[in-house]
């Protein structure tokens, strides 16, 4: 069995810039607003660079990029930052600096315009990196389909499972959220 430990691999520019920007956003984020824990509530920043439908049709053409960089609480940001930290060191170091920030904005992209398409409803914004990490999780099978994984369920149990496995997993259990909750959105009627 192969052994993996974080040690064994630095950290890669990329994935550390991602990181840093992302989590100060957050911090912001919060500074600005302390009701931005709240992931109901769109603060300051989200409502500005989080993903919105009415918004992106009145020219602000930026917030497919954008609302990446945002995440609904704590738990959302953690969840999502975790996988980058793990999953994409070892992707960095395959790809690249330049094409992992390519997959990894590409995927973002492809992620808002997925949630646009299927619940892009009025009065909603998304925020979060999950269609970016999902791509990163995507591309980690693909390129290491049987490297054994141990997630901890729960943060209590051990499961060990292959990177195909998961992707699968994660992939259709994404699916199955947007079809009956929307993904990571925050309704605007919130927002005062």
Same mark, same amino acid.
């Given at each position: 069995?192969?052994?993996?430990?974080?040690?064994?691999?630095?950290?890669?520019?990329?994935?550390?810039?991602?990181? *840093?920007?992302?989590?100060? +956003?957050?911090? #912001?984020?919060? %500074? /600005?607003?302390?009701?931005?824990?709240?992931?109901?509530? &769109? @603060?300051?920043?989200?409502?500005?660079?989080?993903?919105?439908?009415?918004?992106?049709?009145?020219?602000?053409?930026?917030?497919?990029?954008?609302?990446?960089?945002?995440?609904?609480?704590?738990?959302?940001?953690?969840?999502?930052?975790?996988?980058?930290?793990?999953?994409?060191?070892?992707?960095?170091?395959?790809?690249?600096?330049?094409?992992?920030?390519?997959?990894? *904005?590409?995927?973002?992209? +492809?992620?808002? #315009?997925?949630? %646009? /398409?299927?619940?892009?409803?009025?009065?909603?914004?998304? &925020? @979060?990196?999950?269609?970016?990490?999902?791509?990163?999780?995507?591309?980690?099978?693909?390129?290491?389909?049987?490297?054994?994984?141990?997630?901890?369920?729960?943060?209590?149990?051990?499961?060990?499972?292959?990177?195909?496995?998961?992707?699968?997993?994660?992939?259709?259990?994404?699916?199955?959220?947007?079809?009956?909750?929307?993904?990571?959105?925050?309704?605007?009627?919130?927002?005062?």
């Amino acid at each position: 069995m192969y052994s993996y430990g974080i040690a064994q691999r630095p950290l890669g520019r990329t994935v550390r810039n991602l990181l *840093l920007i992302t989590i100060g +956003l957050f911090i #912001l984020e919060v %500074l /600005l607003d302390p009701r931005s824990l709240d992931s109901r509530f &769109v @603060g300051p920043l989200a409502q500005w660079f989080g993903l919105s439908w009415g918004d992106v049709r009145q020219g602000m053409i930026w917030q497919p990029v954008t609302y990446m960089f945002l995440h609904g609480g704590v738990m959302h940001l953690f969840m999502n930052m975790l996988a980058l930290f793990f999953l994409g060191r070892e992707l960095e170091d395959t790809l690249g600096m330049k094409r992992f920030l390519q997959l990894y *904005l590409g995927c973002g992209l +492809l992620g808002g #315009l997925g949630w %646009l /398409l299927l619940s892009g409803a009025a009065g909603h914004v998304c &925020v @979060g990196a999950s269609g970016a990490v999902f791509g990163i999780i995507g591309a980690f099978a693909a390129l290491f389909p049987h490297r054994k994984l141990t997630l901890l369920l729960f943060f209590v149990i051990p499961v060990t499972t292959s990177a195909r496995t998961l992707a699968i997993v994660f992939g259709v259990g994404t699916l199955l959220m947007l079809r009956i909750g929307g993904g990571a959105t925050k309704d605007v009627r919130d927002k005062a």
